[in-house]
Nanobody, 128 residues
Framework: EVQLQASGGGLVQAGGSLRLSCAAS????????IGWFRQAPGKEREGVSA????????YYADSVKGRFTISSDNAKNTVYLQMNSLKPEDTAVYYC?????????????????????WGKGTQVTVSS
């Protein structure tokens, strides 16, 4: 059974930090790029960040560059999103998702691809 288990969300004050985890199982971790989307109430879903487990190339939305860092632990089949200097506008439900790299993808265009797998979301709330 394919699973993407997201965790690590919570309530934090502006300027604080959180680390999200996405534990993958049921598929070949090395064959997929894994990343994060978020959706705030009343807003469209947006891509946040992604990483290729093959070459560790990364993608970041402009809104999070310099504040968020994505990393991958291939031994644990887990992707992490370290979120620092959080802002109230980062408040959203964060979802991890995976897309196959077997056909060749450009990580910078991660949020343009149709995802193969989605995890359940984890709520991040940043208070001002």
């Amino acid at each position: 059974e394919v699973q993407l288990q997201a965790s690590g969300g919570g309530l934090v004050q502006a300027g604080g930090s959180l680390r999200l985890s996405c534990a993958a199982s049921g598929f070949s971790f090395d064959d997929y790029a894994i990343g994060w989307f978020r959706q705030a109430p009343g807003k469209e879903r947006e891509g946040v960040s992604a990483i290729s487990s093959r070459d560790e190339s990364t993608y970041y939305a402009d809104s999070v560059k310099g504040r968020f860092t994505i990393s991958s632990d291939n031994a644990k089949n887990t992707v992490y999103l370290q979120m620092n200097s959080l802002k109230p506008e980062d408040t959203a439900v964060y979802y991890c998702a995976a897309v196959s790299q077997l056909g060749g993808i450009t990580i910078a265009l991660f949020d343009h691809y149709g995802m193969d797998y989605w995890g359940k979301g984890t709520q991040v709330t940043v208070s001002s």
